[in-house]
Every structure is written in structure tokens, then in C-alpha cells.
């Protein structure tokens, strides 16, 4: 797994440099894969559904709280919690690790706070250009027209 500070302990998931979710907060479900892989995936629970618990957690501030509670709404359970699963590798321990993944880029996306756009005027040049490109389709259909004799 990659981490995004690379210096995160095991027992935490880092989101960002600003926040590590503590993974005893993850509540961890494992269960059988649907679709392909033949007699593996009937034998195996190698699907992964990581499940945290956005409303009840420590790590977060209120502020985060609030933000994730905007962002994730359609995404959150009644109880508050967001819910990841990962079934695209034939290894339960992959999966974990990309829906760890998921989970963490998901919240860090979620997190990020876009800059504020800074209105801008068009310039003289594209302005003409505009005006220009109205006159010609004006002359164009203007040629046309039939004119009566």
C-alpha cells in the first residue's frame, strides 16, 4: 500500500498530512467475490468492504466533520458511516489495501478545498475576434438571401 506521508505507522491510514484515520476505527467485512475466476472465488472470501464511521470518529475536527458530512452525503449510511469495497484482486490482502486506498483518496478528495475563482475580463483582442467572426457569418448569409429583381 502506499501512503501518502510514506513515515504513517501501520496502525494508521494516511489521508493527507493534515489527517490519519486510526485503524481501529475500520470496521473490516470480507466476503466471496462475484464474476470471474473459476473455482477461486467460490472457495475464497477475497471481496473486501471497509466500512468507517465519519460521525463518530476522533481523528476528525469538526470543521472535517462538517465538510465530509457536505461532500459524502449521497455516500453516508444512516449512522454516518462511508462504505468502500474492493474485489478486483484474487488476494483478500490486496484488496484490503486498495480499498484502504479508495477510502483515503475518497476522504482526501472530499477534504480539498477549491480555490476561489478570480472573475476575469476578455481581452480587446478576443473581443474584435468575436466581433469579427459575428460580421462574417452576417456577410455570409447576408450573400445568401435572394434578393427580388
Known amino acids: 500500500m502506499s501512503d501518502t506521508s510514506g513515515t ?4 494508521l491510514l494516511a489521508v493527507n498530512e493534515a489527517l490519519s484515520i486510526p485503524r481501529s476505527e475500520l470496521d473490516m467485512r470480507v466476503s466471496r467475490s462475484s464474476g ?18 465519519v460521525l463518530g ?25 462511508i462504505r468502500v469495497v474492493a474485489s478486483d484482486m484474487r488476494s483478500q490482502s490486496r484488496n484490503r489495501d486498495l480499498a ?5 483518496d475518497l476522504v482526501r478528495r472530499a477534504l480539498l478545498i477549491p480555490k476561489k475563482r478570480r ?11 468575436r466581433l469579427e467572426g459575428k460580421k462574417r457569418l452576417s456577410h455570409k448569409k447576408r450573400e445568401r438571401r435572394n434578393l427580388p429583381e
Open 57 to 81: 470518529s476522533r481523528a476528525l475536527t469538526e470543521e472535517q466533520r462538517a465538510r465530509l458530512r457536505e461532500k459524502l452525503a449521497s455516500r453516508l449510511t444512516t449512522e454516518g458511516s
Open 36 to 53: 470471474a475466476g473459476g473455482q477461486h472465488v467460490n472457495k475464497t472470501s477475497s471481496r473486501v468492504e471497509i466500512f468507517w464511521n
Open 100 to 104: 484502504e486506498e479508495r477510502l483515503a
Open 8 to 11: 504513517a505507522p501501520r496502525n
Open 119 to 129: 472573475p476575469t475580463r476578455p481581452t480587446r483582442a478576443s473581443k474584435e475576434a
